[in-house]
T-cell receptor, first 110, second 110 residues
Framework: SQTIHQWPATLVQPVGSPLSLECTVE??????LYWYRQAAGRGLQLLFY??????ISSEVPQNLSASRPQDRQFILSSKKLLLSDSGFYLC?????????FGQGTRLTVV | QKEVEQNSGPLSVPEGAIASLNCTYS??????FFWYRQYSGKSPELIMF????GDKEDGRFTAQLNKASQYVSLLIRDSQPSDSATYLC??????????FGKGTRLSVIA
């Protein structure tokens, strides 16, 4: 069965520091992969999605970037975090009939 | 702009009643429709997936899809306090990203 791993679960980072969140998927090949952000009490905002290695689409101009170095690995990065980058970051994958989320990373920028 | 609309709620129903959650979408090319449940502080978990017009039942949950009206709903029979959560509707046109509504908060009163 397919599983999705996302880490870390929580993270506190100072303003201006770099960020790297990693997501890996097992049990499927060539999945569509997504990074979403959810601010407190808000809906899911799509940040990036990828349909294959090296193929990244950005939905919202921001302080973040994404990379897909391997088929089942998706990385979210920032060179310098802003206070507004705080939120709940979710990695997801989708196939033809399923779409699952990782456990999420709660990022607090202080 | 592809949009998915949900009533934010809160929707309050007594224990044992049927909860009815609604979702409309703007993209007529949408093919797959998902319902997720999200408990506070947790990542969304997939409840139902539907792609054909009509009803799909899974235990206490029934998803209903009407593509002509661009409408998808989720019925929860015999609602339990443990069903209290935010329910997210998501839509995709195949290889396009999942587009989420902002969610409906459901409260089941014991």
């Amino acid at each position: 069965s397919q599983t999705i791993h996302q880490w870390p679960a929580t993270l506190v980072q100072p303003v201006g520091s770099p960020l790297s969140l990693e997501c890996t998927v097992e049990g499927t090949s060539n999945p569509n992969l997504y990074w979403y952000r959810q601010a407190a009490g808000r809906g899911l905002q799509l940040l990036f999605y990828s349909v294959g290695i090296g193929q990244i689409s950005s939905e919202v101009p921001q302080n973040l970037s994404a990379s897909r170095p391997q088929d089942r690995q998706f990385i979210l990065s920032s060179k310098k975090l802003l206070l507004s980058d705080s939120g709940f970051y979710l990695c997801a994958w989708s196939g033809a009939t399923e779409a699952f989320f990782g456990q999420g990373t709660r990022l607090t920028v202080v | 702009q592809k949009e998915v609309e949900q009533n934010s709620g809160p929707l309050s129903v007594p224990e044992g009643a049927i909860a009815s959650l609604n979702c409309t979408y703007s993209d007529r090319g949408s093919q797959s429709f998902f319902w997720y449940r999200q408990y506070s502080g947790k990542s969304p978990e997939l409840i139902m997936f539907i792609y054909s017009n009509g009803d799909k039942e899974d235990g206490r949950f029934t998803a209903q899809l009407n593509k002509a009206s661009q409408y998808v709903s989720l019925l929860i029979r015999d609602s339990q306090p443990s069903d209290s959560a935010t329910y997210l509707c998501a839509v995709t046109s195949g290889n396009t990203p999942l587009v989420f509504g902002k969610g409906t908060r459901l409260s089941v009163i014991a």
